[in-house]
């Protein structure tokens, strides 16, 4: 294990833990040659240091990116090979590292692309649910950074995800929109949505999470509840501290 700042992913299972939505089968991934994954195995959950591979691990579970070797499966289905659009289709939603929202675009026309234009009653929702109402007509450009994190937020969740998987959603925030973003997040998982989040920020996560996964230099180093992680010294120590 190595010395190591923070970054995490959390579960929220909406669903009962015995029912595992998500199988990460001794997954490897090398990335223009280099080993961004190695044999990891888990059932949704992260946490780990910058280039420990939380973002590959979300590109591989979601399409996006092949996994080398290993296996991903989904509701008990393969996912190997599977296109990122069919795998979204199927309820595994992503948000993305970088801010959310397509410039030129309002957040209203982003929501729209979103469903390709197909689930009205979905935009209401998932505005109301996130207070996303009152800037509908606004330019994301013109957005602040916290509204622009919820509008890549709401873009996942307008394609109704049995699993949101959220990419940093309160990196480059202060603490007053790391609560309100927070808050939100809560609010998503209250709604029924199971959350899987890869963060930096320890203390909400620790707060946040139900189940917590170390990612260490493209390997799995610890799986726990926050409690059971927390007593471990040296976890603490490497990961857990601010
Ligand atoms: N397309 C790529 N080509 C080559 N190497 C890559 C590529 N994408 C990622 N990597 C490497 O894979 C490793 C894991 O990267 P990854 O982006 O998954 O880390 P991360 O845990 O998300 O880090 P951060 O907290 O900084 O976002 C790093 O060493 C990174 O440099
Ligand atoms: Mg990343």
Redesign the pocket.
Known sequence: MTAASN?AVVSSPAIPAEHVLLDVDDVSCV????R??SEVTMHVGII??????????F?VVTGF?PATTGEVRWDGAPLRGGKAHKVARGGLVRTF?NVGGFTGLTVAENLELATRGRDADAIDRVEALLHLADVRDKAVEDCSLATRKLVGIAMALVRTPKLLLL??PLAGLDDTDRDRVTSLIEQVHDSGVTVCM?E?DIGRTLRLADRMVV?DA?RLVAVGTPAELARDDVLTRNYLSS
């Open positions: 970054g990335l223009g040659g280099v961004a994954l780990g240091p910058n280039g420990a591979g939380k973002t590959t691990l590109n990116v590292q990419d940093e890869v930096h990612l493209g």
